[in-house]
């Protein structure tokens, strides 16, 4: 059975680090691109971008090029969103996702991972 | 890069059948076959309906179907269900590897 399982939940103060994670099992894990999609309160979803595990090959949605990096570590399947100084508007629902990089869709959901950032 | 464009909301009785439509460009939605349509419960994950514009993943009823016609893709249910009542998002591939969503539709079944 294919899962994507994420971390908890978060609860930061701005400026600070943060690394959240999306473990992958079921299927080959280095074999399909996987990608996170944020969703802020009370809005729609917005593509952050993906990577393929096999060889970290990652492409990001031009709004979130250099406000996020996504990275991967195939020896235990799992990718990773990473903010290096949080902002109160990175406040929002985060979902990682398998994602079917040549049919361009998202099949298999995590649970999400809800970061606040609160002075 | 604007988000697709969606209805904010759409509703139909029981039984009844309801479309939403999701309106981009000729670099998104009329320029691939790559409409996908999501399902959104409250404080729910999203979960796939339809890929590549018509097709349907394993377990998702036949109630459930899309289409497209030049740069609008639509997904329609038929024979409505008092828990298809949800959010529903649509995406599109848009070039250059990039992806984009529509501003999602709240369906509610009378």
């Known amino acids: 059975e294919v899962q994507v399982v994420q971390s908890g939940a978060e609860v930061k103060k701005p400026g600070e680090s943060l690394k959240i994670s999306c473990k992958g099992s079921?299927?080959?894990?280095?074999?399909?691109?996987i990608g996170w999609v944020r969703q802020m309160p009370g809005k729609g979803l917005e593509w952050i971008g993906i990577?393929?595990?096999?060889?970290?090959?990652?492409r990001y949605s031009p709004s979130f090029q250099g406000q996020v990096a996504i990275s991967a570590d195939k020896s235990i399947s799992t990718a990773y969103l990473q903010w290096s100084s949080l902002k109160a508007s990175d406040t929002a629902m985060y979902y990682c996702?398998?994602?079917?990089?040549?049919?361009?869709?998202?099949?298999?959901w995590g649970q999400g991972t809800l970061v606040t950032v609160s002075s | 890069q604007s988000a697709l464009t969606q209805p904010p909301s759409a509703s139909g009785s029981l039984g009844q059948s309801v479309t939403i439509s999701c309106s981009g460009t000729?670099?998104?939605?009329?320029?691939?076959?790559?409409v996908s349509w999501y399902q959104q419960h409250p404080g729910k994950a999203p979960k796939l309906m339809i890929c590549?514009?018509?097709k349907r993943p394993s377990g998702v009823p036949d109630r459930f179907s899309g289409s497209k016609s030049g740069n609008t893709a639509s997904l329609t249910v038929s024979g409505l269900q008092a828990e298809d009542e949800a959010d529903y998002y649509c995406?599109?591939?848009?070039?250059?590897?990039?992806?984009?969503f529509g501003g999602g539709t709240k369906l509610t079944v009378l």
């Open positions: 996702a398998r994602y079917s990089g040549t049919y361009t869709f998202f099949d298999y």
């Open positions: 079921g299927y080959s894990f280095t074999t399909y691109w």
């Open positions: 990577i393929y595990p096999d060889d970290s090959d990652t």
């Open positions: 000729s670099s998104d939605v009329g320029g691939y076959n790559y």
């Open positions: 590549e514009v018509t």
């Open positions: 995406s599109s591939y848009a070039g250059s590897n990039n992806l984009i």
